[in-house]
């Protein structure tokens, strides 16, 4: 059994894939569109091009994400994604990656739990913590 974040994104989905591909590497497994699936799909007028399920590997993770169904905004609240990582220069980037157009909270720095710790929303709202220990 394991634990799968699935991420909505209100209509931004698609720059959302693009940007954690840009930021980590993140490789795209599958990706499904409202206009692709089988049968009458109720959505909102110009959303039949928007992702209905996409499937990015971020590392050893798979993260799950969608535009949504267009009923209301996005609320991403009350967690964060920890991203761990190996080496110190690794987490500097991913985290001024991450960071970019988003919010700090936490400053990158050295802990006494780990080589570095930050915390950050991403520019989609998304929480992140990083670490190297």
């Not at 936490?106 to 520019?123: C, V």
């Amino acid at each position: 059994m394991h634990v799968q974040p699935y991420l909505f994104f209100h209509g931004q989905c698609d720059e959302a894939i693009a940007f954690y591909q840009q930021a980590l590497g993140a490789q795209l497994n599958a990706l499904m569109r409202y206009e692709e699936a089988p049968g009458p799909t109720q959505v909102p007028d110009g959303w039949c091009e928007k992702v209905m399920h996409a499937s990015l590997q971020i590392g050893q993770s798979e993260v799950l994400m969608s535009d949504g169904r267009g009923e209301h905004e996005a609320r991403l609240a009350g967690f964060s994604l920890h991203l761990a990582l190996h080496s110190v220069l690794a987490a500097e980037k991913a985290f001024a990656a991450l960071a970019e157009e988003g919010r700090i909270d936490m400053p990158l720095e050295k802990t006494f739990w780990a080589q570095r710790f930050g915390m950050l929303h991403d520019r989609f709202g998304v929480g992140w913590m990083i670490s190297c220990r």
